[in-house]
T-cell receptor
Framework: GAGVSQSPSNKVTEKGKDVELRCDPISGHTALYWYRQSLGQGLEFLIYFQGNSAPDKSGLPSDRFSAERTGGSVSTLTIQRTQQEDSAVYLC????????????FGPGTRLTVL | ELKVEQNPLFLSMQEGKNYTIYCNYSTTSDRLYWYRQDPGKSLESLFVLLSNGAVKQEGRLMASLDTKARLSTLHITAAVHDLSATYFCAVPPFAGGTSYGKLTFGQGTILTVHP
């Protein structure tokens, strides 16, 4: 079946602009996660959603970052007033149930802030 | 705070040789994941280890977990060029009998297999 999909695959933006990154999880997966990968910081957890529960936002680096998940499926990660340090690859993953099942990762969105 | 450390961070191997990558984590967890990442690609799941003493094998890779020592190993047998990639271990936090979803990743081990 189809895997996790993300769009866009690449995004170049200017400092101070807002960006939206989209994630489509695997059908039937109730848990959805956002991570980011950068040379300096490695792989970092950002946020995850499990069903209708309140999301775990403990990894969001600042209040410029937010995410929502509509209808228990598609998720959008929004970064407001982007900074150069936001440049990274943003990875989305999904699993059947949070904390138990293997997380399957999408191809990522490479964000470059000029 | 959960911390996950891998070593070595860089591994250059000759084809046909054996080697082990180590993954240590700092607080109790009931499971551990290994992922592979090829350059410019996303993460591919290799193994999930669910209990103390768990051992999983796939081809030339074998992973094990010792939850008491908070240590996992990824053993490579008779390496081939196709195994060249970055390997990550990842651990979820565990509290009150529940494993939570957010993974803490090790730094990654960059493996290069050459003739």
């Amino acid at each position: 079946g189809a895997g996790v999909s993300q769009s866009p695959s690449n995004k170049v933006t200017e400092k101070g602009k807002d960006v939206e990154l989209r994630c489509d999880p695997i059908s039937g997966h109730t848990a959805l996660y956002w991570y980011r990968q950068s040379l300096g910081q490695g792989l970092e957890f950002l946020i995850y959603f499990q069903g209708n529960s309140a999301p775990d936002k403990s990894g969001l680096p600042s209040d410029r970052f937010s995410a929502e998940r509509t209808g228990g499926s598609v998720s959008t990660l929004t970064i407001q007033r982007t900074q150069q340090e936001d440049s990274a690859v943003y990875l989305c993953a999904s699993s059947f149930v949070s904390g138990i099942d293997t997380q399957y990762f999408g191809p990522g969105t490479r964000l470059t802030v000029l | 705070e959960l911390k996950v450390e891998q070593n070595p961070l860089f591994l250059s191997m000759q084809e046909g040789k054996n080697y082990t990558i180590y993954c240590n984590y700092s607080t109790t967890s009931d499971r551990l994941y290994w992922y592979r990442q090829d350059p410019g690609k996303s993460l591919e799941s290799l193994f999930v280890l669910l209990s103390n003493g768990a051992v999983k094998q796939e081809g030339r890779l074998m992973a094990s977990l010792d939850t008491k020592a908070r240590l996992s190993t990824l053993h490579i047998t008779a390496a081939v060029h196709d195994l060249s990639a970055t390997y990550f271990c990842a651990v979820p936090p565990f509290a009150g009998g529940t494993s939570y979803g957010k993974l803490t990743f090790g730094q990654g081990t960059i493996l290069t297999v050459h003739p």
